[in-house]
């Protein structure tokens, strides 16, 4: 029970990140029907600033700052010089120019770091456990995360359902031509929304440092889940982003904490953890096919 | 008339390939060759679902890795003397390993396509990928076939009257298949099989309107293009001796894509073009720096803003515009 617990937190941090990705992800793929491939490379380009800034500082909450603003910055130049090129082209220019900016990226993080992967020191305010139940400590951190992740998803909601910016924002998921057609200046709306989603995966990069290593290639790890939480929430919908990410990261996470366990009992130990880690990778491609082949827009599709 | 002059002379320095290559003393220059043809197969087997018949599958490595790992598993069994599902003897002969690469990726083909189908635009994308990346996780979690490790082939398929472990000889083979299979799917794009898929890409429900079984069609040239790739996987493992999940991930799937694109989506030459141009600015630029990916980058962002179409275009552009 304790275990499940444990697990059920793990998975729902691990959730919050997806969610985080996946917000600015669906926004941007909603509205301007771009498939960003690099959106992995502003996660990685936060996690480098703010990690770097941490360091240099002896502060991790001066990093915070410092990785929202290199993502977001990085975001503006990506849109004003390539992205904006793309609106108008199909998805496979779009795939193409944007593997383009990944390579890019990645080869300029290791010409500039090299490849050695770093770690963010956890701040003092939350470096140590706290008890969640009798008998459980849990990392305070990822607690931090999780409380961040829920806040964000607030904000996020409030934005979009309670501002005029967050009304275009949803009419332009609906139908982007006839936002365009009433007069709205929808060049600065996907500059709006193309920054928006670069903090986050600013923020979640940032976020994740202490967690995971910020290294090269981070990005593309988590990148392929965090497109799967947002065709599987639906395109362009921030609620079904929300939903997709934490059941995605709850059930991925349990998948590989108890699976190897389950089949250990039906068969021999090495391969048991082999096939179990196998089928747990595969959980949530086997979930995406299942929901899209039942509902092939997806959970949530905005407009529908 | 002139293209056809211009394939000929192509073809003869092709052939010629493995004689100029000692002569220079370029040995590399043969294994270069041999991956672009093979890619090039793939490449142009996935444009005939991407380019022809309007399906972006994102998953293609998927049937590459299996005609690969048809090959790698019946030379385990062939070599270890043990059954395949405790019936299936295992083989080194190619003329048995590659029919069998290319039923086998068939048939997962129609699996997945038959699913896939049922979907389409972003959704159709993103579940080929999902399945790819199942058989992927799949394979790496096979400790029988070497798990993440893959499958070493120590020795390359026996052809009768040929010595295929000589790489000039597999060389031509697989240049021989190569020509083959272009020949063929020029055949089929002219089709009227071949028009029925193109009509469908440019208005699915006005072929529909016409009578036509829009998604048995799409299957089918789903099914068509999976075999290719089987058969471009299954000759890749015979020319690297090596069978790996890494022919099956996702990045792979990527590159394949990136080939149609670069060389041009929806032509029959421009995918060899494309896996020709991206194998060996590889190869060149990795041999100036190993930064070459920043190169590489800067590269594809500008043929992708700079121009449309990819390099098919920008050669019908140099040569007069002749569409």
Known sequence: ?304 | MNSRILAAVLLILLAALPFIAQATGQSALLSLASRILIYGMAATSLNFVLGYGGMVSFGHAAFFGIGGYVVGILYHHADTETLFWGFIPGTTQMLITLPAAILVSGAFAAAIGALSLRTGGVQFIMITLAFAQMLFFLFVSLKTYGGEDGIIVRRTNELPFLNTRDRAVMYWVVLAITVAFALGLRRLTKSSFGTVISGIRQNERRMAALGIPAYRYKLFAFILSGMGAGLAGALMVNVLRFASPDMMHWTKSGELMIMVILGGVGTLVGPFLGAAALLSLESVLASWSEHWPLAMGLILLVVVLGTRGGLMALVTRLTGGRK
């Open chain 1, 1 to 304: 029970m304790i275990l499940f617990l444990e697990q059920l937190l793990n998975g729902l941090q691990y959730g919050v990140m997806l969610f985080l990705l996946a917000a600015g992800l669906t926004l941007i793929f909603g509205i301007m029907g771009v498939i960003n491939l690099a959106h992995g490379s502003l996660y990685m380009i936060g996690a480098y600033a703010g990690t770097l800034a941490a360091m240099q500082t002896g502060s991790f909450w001066l990093g915070v700052p410092v990785a929202l603003i290199a993502a977001a910055l990085t975001g503006l130049v990506m849109e004003a010089v390539v992205i904006r090129r793309l609106y108008a082209r199909d998805h496979l220019d779009q795939v193409l120019a944007t593997f383009g900016l990944i390579l890019f990226f990645n080869q300029s993080i290791i010409l500039l770091f090299g490849r050695q992967p770093m770690f963010t020191q956890l701040p003092d305010l939350f470096s140590g456990a706290v008890e969640v139940i009798p008998g459980l400590p849990y990392p305070s951190y990822r607690l931090f995360i999780i409380a961040v992740g829920l806040l964000v998803a607030l904000g996020l909601y409030l934005i979009i359902n309670r501002t005029r910016i967050g009304m275009l924002v949803r009419a332009g998921s609906t139908n982007r031509e006839m936002v365009r057609a009433l007069g709205v200046d929808i060049r600065l709306l996907y500059t709006l929304v193309f920054g928006l989603g670069a903090l986050l995966a600013g923020l979640a990069g940032f976020l994740a440092g202490p967690v995971l290593a910020v290294q090269v290639g981070m990005g593309e790890q988590i990148l392929l889940s965090t497109f799967v939480v947002v065709v599987i929430g639906g395109v362009g919908s921030i609620k079904g982003a929300f939903v997709a990410g934490i059941s995605l990261g709850v059930i991925d996470t349990m998948l590989r904490a108890f699976l190897p366990g389950m089949l250990r009992q039906v068969m021999a130990g090495p391969e048991a953890d082999a096939l179990g880690v196998g089928i747990s990778s595969m959980g949530i491609y086997l979930l995406m096919a299942l929901v899209l082949l039942v509902r092939p827009k997806g959970l949530f599709m905005a407009g529908s």
